[in-house]
């Protein structure tokens, strides 16, 4: 599990479901591979997303080699992710 803070768009939502706008804020994220689907040396991660550890959403698919000989897979995994620009700062938990 990792964090990072986000730039996000969020809707502004009535009690109606109506929306009404949206605006852009920066919400300390949390992430979370809860799936790993491998192919030969090919994984796929299912990363969550959440602004709380126990609420998450998928948040999407990432795919990358991997070293199945090498044990640790999740970690791997992980540190992959982290290591993408777009997670740029984020910090492990």
């Known amino acids: 599990m990792f964090s990072h803070e986000s730039e996000v768009k969020v809707n502004l939502v009535n009690d109606n479901g109506?929306?009404?706008g949206s605006e852009t804020?920066?919400?300390l994220?949390?992430?979370e591979v809860k799936s790993l689907n491998i192919s030969?040396?090919?994984c796929t991660a299912s990363l969550f997303s959440g602004t709380s550890k126990e609420s998450m959403q998928f948040y999407g698919a990432y795919s990358m080699e991997v070293d199945l000989q090498s044990g640790g897979i999740n970690e791997s995994v992980e540190s992959h992710?982290?290591?993408l620009e777009e997670f740029s700062?984020?910090?492990q938990i």
């Open 18 to 20: 109506c929306v009404l």
């Open 25 to 27: 804020r920066n919400l």
């Open 81 to 83: 992710i982290i290591a």
């Open 89 to 91: 700062g984020a910090v």
């Open 29 to 31: 994220l949390y992430f």
């Open 40 to 42: 030969g040396t090919t």
